[in-house]
Every structure is written in C-alpha cells, then in structure tokens.
C-alpha cells in the first residue's frame, strides 16, 4: 500500500475519531485501516493517534500533522481534477445526505439513468432527515428542502417543488373537510419537525403575496418524511406536501386535497457542499443531474 493510500485512511480515521468508522466509508476491513495507519506511523517515527479501547484521539505529533495531511491530499485531487475535466468518463464515490422521501420519489427512479451514463461512478446515501454535519460525516453534498439555516456550506438552489393540502378521506369521514381557514379552529394538523428542538408553524399559506400561517391543534408531531405521509394516510391530520409525492396517491384516492386557495408557497429545493478550489468532476456533474430532475418536478 502507498503512502498516499495510508495518508488518506489516517485522516478518515482521525475525522472521524473511529477506526470502525472510517472502514465503514472506505467498504474495506477495520484491519487493512489499522494496518495502514501503523505503516504510516513506522514510516514518520511517530505515534500520530491514541488508540483506547472507548475512543481514538490525535497525539502532539497527530495534530501537526493531520492539516498538513489534509492540505496535500486536497492539493493531489485538485491536480487530479485538473486533468479529469479534459476526459468524458468519471469514476468514483459520491457521498450524499437528502430526505428519504425525496430520494424515493425523485432520485431512486431515475438511478438507472445516471449509471448507464457513469457505470463506473458509485453513490452512497444517508438518507437522514434530521440535520447533520456533512463536514463530520465526510460528506460531498446534502440535499435540503425547505428554508435553509445559516451555514459555512455553499448552497446552490436547484428549484422549488410546489405544496398541496391533503387529507384521507377516513379524516373527512370522521372530521369533515375544511372548506375556509375559519374551519381549521376545528381541525388537525400533522406537526411535522425534523429537528428535536424545531417546532412547527402551523398551517402555512401564500395568498395576496403574503406568507402567513394559522395555529392548529395537532395529534401527532413526526420528524421523518415517511412517517409525514404515513400520519396523513392513517387519518391523523392535515399534512402540506409536495405535490409530487402526493399525485400517485390523489389519483388512487387514497389522498384528497383540500383548501386549494390556500396552498403553502413552494418549497426550495438546495445543494450544499463544502467550499473547494476543486471541485470534483464528478460531484459538479450529479449536482447538475439532481437539478435537472427537480426542474422536471416544477
């Protein structure tokens, strides 16, 4: 194994404070990182990480050398890049987070697609629909629905998908369908709220050019996508959701929309990445992708 090869898992490892973690990402033998780690270290004459049986932290000698690490590893695939923007073919892991709903609903059909273009290129997905630390996680881009929070990440919008009101007809059935906004004081809504801390705003609408937002009672507070859709089917409220996601389901009766005055404004749809000086081939090649999907969406 090279140098280079050692240099990269010794900086998976120390990012991510794991050995476990950083086989995991690499798809190879907690033993192959192991083993490369102590070539590097024999080969500097230095101890660069503390190993325990609970954790694994940087010695003296580990943190001088981990930005220094870095920075060369960042400068060999800046130069790598430099010459794979001059060929057609792309190869490589594509590390992503975005909402499972999403990536059911718009990505997973189109899959075929992308890989019959790029056979050689490989995706590993997250899928969580909590906020996570893509730096931390050694991510290369999260996709984000909704508002965005302040964040280092450079955030590159990719359209919007626009809402819909739906309930299941055994809500109607039991509760009535809301024909005003005066008839929600006696309604439901699904609270959904992807962030333990975050709360929902009510039932939000765009009319006159104006966003605004009327509190409901709620039954139920969720904080994944499939457990939104899954609430709204079992009759548990209103939900507002992409129109997208919910056709299929409209058209099969299994969902129906209500109070189509007052639908939420259209739901941004963002790439974020970590600011580069290069930015691989082929990361800048599947964001385009994913934005050409979402535009089909709009």
Same mark, same amino acid.
């Given at each position: 194994?090279?140098?280079?090869?050692?240099?990269?898992? @010794?900086?998976? =490892?120390?990012?991510?404070?794991?050995?476990?973690?950083?086989?995991?990402?690499?798809?190879? $033998?907690?033993?192959?990182?192991?083993?490369?780690?102590?070539?590097?270290? /024999?080969?500097?004459?230095?101890?660069?990480?503390?190993? %325990?049986?609970?954790?694994?932290?940087?010695?003296?000698?580990?943190?001088?050398?981990?930005?220094?690490?870095?920075?060369?590893?960042?400068?060999?695939?800046?130069?790598?890049?430099?010459?794979? &923007?001059? %060929?057609?073919?792309?190869?490589?892991?594509?590390?992503?987070?975005?909402?499972?709903? @999403? @990536?059911?609903?718009?990505?997973?059909?189109?899959?075929?697609?992308?890989?019959?273009?790029?056979?050689?290129?490989?995706?590993?997905?997250?899928?969580?629909?909590?906020?996570?630390?893509?730096? &931390?996680?050694?991510?290369?881009?999260?996709?984000? =629905?909704?508002?965005? %929070?302040?964040?280092?990440?450079?955030?590159?919008?990719?359209?919007?998908?626009?809402?819909?009101?739906?309930? /299941?007809? %055994?809500?109607?059935?039991?509760?009535?369908?809301?024909? &005003?906004?005066?008839?929600?004081?006696?309604?439901?809504?699904?609270?959904?709220?992807?962030?333990?801390?975050?709360?929902?705003?009510?039932?939000?609408?765009?009319?006159?050019?104006?966003?605004?937002?009327?509190?409901?009672? /709620?039954?139920?507070?969720?904080?994944?996508?499939?457990?939104?859709?899954?609430?709204?089917?079992?009759?548990?409220?209103?939900?507002?959701?992409?129109?997208?996601?919910?056709?299929?389901?409209?058209?099969?009766?299994?969902?129906?929309?209500?109070?189509?005055?007052?639908?939420?404004?259209?739901?941004?749809?963002?790439?974020?990445?970590?600011?580069?000086?290069? &930015? $691989?081939?082929?990361?800048?090649?599947?964001?385009?992708?994913?934005?050409?999907?979402?535009?089909?969406?709009?």
């Amino acid at each position: 194994m090279d140098k280079l090869e050692c240099m990269k898992r @010794f900086a998976l =490892v120390a990012q991510t404070g794991s050995f476990t973690q950083a086989a995991e990402r690499l798809n190879v $033998p907690k033993s192959a990182v192991s083993s490369a780690v102590t070539r590097l270290e /024999s080969h500097l004459q230095s101890r660069l990480l503390q190993r %325990s049986t609970r954790r694994v932290t940087l010695t003296e000698a580990g943190e001088r050398f981990l930005p220094q690490c870095l920075k060369l590893l960042d400068e060999i695939e800046g130069l790598e890049n430099q010459f794979q &923007q001059q %060929s057609h073919s792309i190869s490589g892991e594509i590390r992503v987070d975005m909402p499972g709903r @999403f @990536f059911s609903q718009v990505l997973a059909p189109r899959l075929s697609e992308w890989f019959a273009q790029h056979p050689d290129t490989r995706i590993r997905l997250i899928g969580a629909d909590h906020r996570i630390d893509p730096i &931390q996680e050694q991510l290369d881009c999260v996709l984000r =629905v909704g508002t965005l %929070s302040d964040s280092e990440l450079i955030a590159k919008k990719l359209g919007e998908l626009p809402l819909v009101n739906c309930v /299941s007809p %055994s809500y109607i059935a039991r509760y009535g369908r809301p024909q &005003q906004l005066a008839d929600l004081a006696q309604h439901y809504l699904i609270d959904y709220s992807p962030g333990i801390r975050q709360q929902a705003d009510g039932f939000e609408y765009y009319c006159n050019g104006q966003h605004d937002s009327v509190a409901m009672r /709620s039954l139920l507070s969720v904080s994944t996508t499939d457990a939104y859709l899954a609430a709204c089917l079992a009759g548990m409220g209103i939900a507002q959701m992409p129109l997208h996601g919910a056709n299929q389901l409209i058209a099969q009766g299994e969902l129906v929309t209500v109070l189509p005055d007052y639908l939420p404004a259209p739901m941004p749809v963002a790439m974020l990445y970590e600011s580069r000086r290069y &930015q $691989p081939k082929r990361l800048r090649l599947f964001i385009e992708w994913v934005a050409s999907l979402v535009a089909e969406l709009q």
